[in-house]
């Protein structure tokens, strides 16, 4: 079992930065592969970005690449989601996923544990 915190999220003006990060507790959170995903009211959930167990393969959407970054430090059981250079639509909750499975995907319903998810609003 594996429980996800997300925190860090909060408001930022266009063009800002911020950082979410999620905690997951149990012991075998470096088996895991991680991934952000978000959800805008009335949408789908999106795939942000994923990584791999031991961090060497990481993958974006396609409106995030260049802009945001995800990390991971197994060490503190804690993965990162560095934002750049936002944008109103990036207004979202932000959830962190792990699957158990070790290949990053992009299809939410491939994740075993979820977080309970973090607000991002971005003003214009």
């Known amino acids: 079992q594996v429980q996800l915190v997300e925190s860090g999220g909060g408001l930022a003006q266009a063009g800002g930065s911020l950082r979410p990060s999620c905690a997951a507790s149990?012991?075998?959170?470096?088996?895991?592969?991680m991934a952000w995903f978000r959800q805008a009211p009335g949408k789908e959930r999106e795939f942000v970005a994923g990584?791999?167990?031991?961090?060497?393969?990481?993958y974006y959407g396609d409106s995030m690449k260049g802009r945001f970054t995800i990390s991971r430090d197994n060490a503190k059981n804690t993965v990162y989601l560095q934002m750049n250079n936002l944008k109103p639509e990036d207004t979202a909750v932000y959830y962190c996923?792990?699957?158990?499975?070790?290949?990053?995907?992009?299809?939410?319903?491939?994740?075993?544990?979820w977080g309970q998810g973090t607000q991002v609003t971005v003003s214009s």
């Open positions: 996923a792990a699957d158990s499975e070790g290949l990053v995907t992009r299809s939410a319903v491939e994740y075993d544990y």
């Open positions: 149990g012991r075998t959170f470096s088996s895991y592969t």
């Open positions: 990584i791999s167990w031991i961090g060497y393969s990481v």
